[in-house]
């Protein structure tokens, strides 16, 4: 049975930092190209970021290029996303996609907000 799990989520004030992690189970993590997205209320779920197998390509949204970091642990079956600098803007639910099988997490808030 395949499960994605995200935890990391908060309140945060501008400018500051969260680390959100997925962890998964019930497939071939370490051979699967694993993505984070958002939806903020109101907005369509947008591709935030996407990290291939080995980690070899990731690709970042312009919208968090030189503010968030995904990153990987094969060993964890484990899959990040750091984000720093922080806006409103980014307030969003925050969800772990499995590229191959098209599964999704059940999603971890993210508020930043004074």
């Known amino acids: 049975q395949v499960q994605l799990v995200e935890s990391g989520g908060g309140l945060v004030q501008p400018g500051g930092s969260l680390r959100l992690s997925c962890a998964a189970s019930g497939f071939s993590f370490s051979t699967s190209t694993m993505s984070w997205y958002r939806q903020a209320p109101g907005k369509e779920r947008e591709l935030v970021a996407h990290i291939t197998s080995i980690g070899?390509?990731?690709?970042?949204?312009?919208?968090?290029?030189?503010?968030?970091?995904?990153?990987?642990?094969n060993a964890k079956n484990t899959v990040y996303l750091q984000m720093n600098?922080?806006?409103?803007?980014?307030?969003?639910?925050?969800?772990?996609?499995?590229?191959?099988?098209?599964?999704?997490?059940?999603?971890?808030?993210?508020?930043?907000s004074s």
Request: hydrophobic share 30%; aromatic share 8%.
């Open 56 to 73: 070899g390509t990731r690709n970042l949204a312009d919208s968090v290029k030189g503010r968030f970091t995904i990153s990987r642990d």
């Open 85 to 112: 600098s922080l806006k409103p803007e980014d307030t969003a639910v925050y969800y772990c996609h499995a590229v191959p099988l098209n599964s999704w997490g059940q999603g971890t808030q993210v508020t930043v």
